[in-house]
């Protein structure tokens, strides 16, 4: 079974540029989550989807941050304009849920620089 | 004050040590306990589930949690030279989505 695969697995851009981050959970999840880690600090979580909607949006910072989850498979995460602060690796997880209790699945990350 | 504090190490032991990672949290509310291992380069991998208080083991793992002191341990004996990763603590209150609350992980090294 493949795992949750992200890409790109890295991206510099310059403040004030766009980036898309995709991620691919594996098949037939219908729980997608964003998070995400900056320097020196824990991982947080971002978004939630559950299919195509999202079901809980509270750990987005602001409104340069746009997801999105067309036909409820892959999601896309923009950052439109980026800012220096928003450098760090943004992790997405998949999950089922087996026996009453849910497993979250990482993907390798997608590390973003902002210079 | 954070959530979860988690002291990042690194910790350094020898192989075939036993190897105690702590956490503590605030939010009593917590009722799912888990513990990620992250190698370099990669993304958390899951490792042990536990609910509510008690302990649970897995091979050479063993995670205890303690809600009444809002601190949660994990155990592993005889620690091998590919146990070195970073490890995180996680932890859910079902009653405010399915979100992950982590700690921020503590650098484990297992020297042969």
């Known amino acids: 079974e493949a795992g949750v695969t992200q890409f790109p697995s890295h991206s510099v851009i310059e403040k004030g540029q766009t980036v898309t981050l995709r991620c691919d959970p594996i098949?037939?999840?219908?729980?997608l989550y964003w998070y995400r880690r900056v320097m020196g600090k824990e991982i947080k979580f971002l978004l939630h989807?559950?299919?195509?909607?999202?079901?809980?949006e509270s750990g987005m910072p602001n409104n340069r941050f746009l997801a999105e989850r067309t036909g409820g498979t892959y999601s896309t995460l923009k950052v439109q304009p980026a800012e220096l602060e928003d450098s760090g690796v943004y992790f997405c997880?998949?999950?089922?849920?087996?026996?009453?209790?849910?497993?979250?699945?990482f993907g390798p990350g997608t590390r973003l620089l902002v210079l | 004050q954070k959530e979860v504090e988690q002291d990042p190490g690194p910790l350094s032991v020898p192989e075939g040590a036993i190897v105690s990672l702590n956490c503590t949290y605030s939010?009593?509310?917590?009722?799912?306990f888990m513990w990620y291992r992250q190698y370099s380069r990669k993304g958390p991998e899951l490792l042990m589930y536990?609910?509510?208080?008690g302990n649970k083991e897995d091979g050479r793992f063993t995670a205890q949690v303690d809600k009444s002191s809002k601190y949660i341990s994990l155990f592993i004996r005889d620690s091998q030279p590919s146990d070195s990763a970073t490890y995180l603590c996680?932890?859910?209150?079902?009653?405010?989505?399915?979100?992950?609350?982590f700690g921020g992980g503590t650098r484990l090294m297992v020297k042969p």
């Open positions: 996680a932890m859910r209150d079902n009653n405010a989505g399915n979100m992950l609350t």
């Open positions: 939010n009593s509310a917590f009722q799912y």
């Open positions: 536990t609910y509510s208080s």
């Open positions: 098949s037939g999840h219908d729980n």
């Open positions: 997880a998949s999950s089922h849920w087996t026996g009453g209790v849910e497993t979250q699945y």
């Open positions: 989807f559950v299919k195509e909607s999202k079901q809980d």
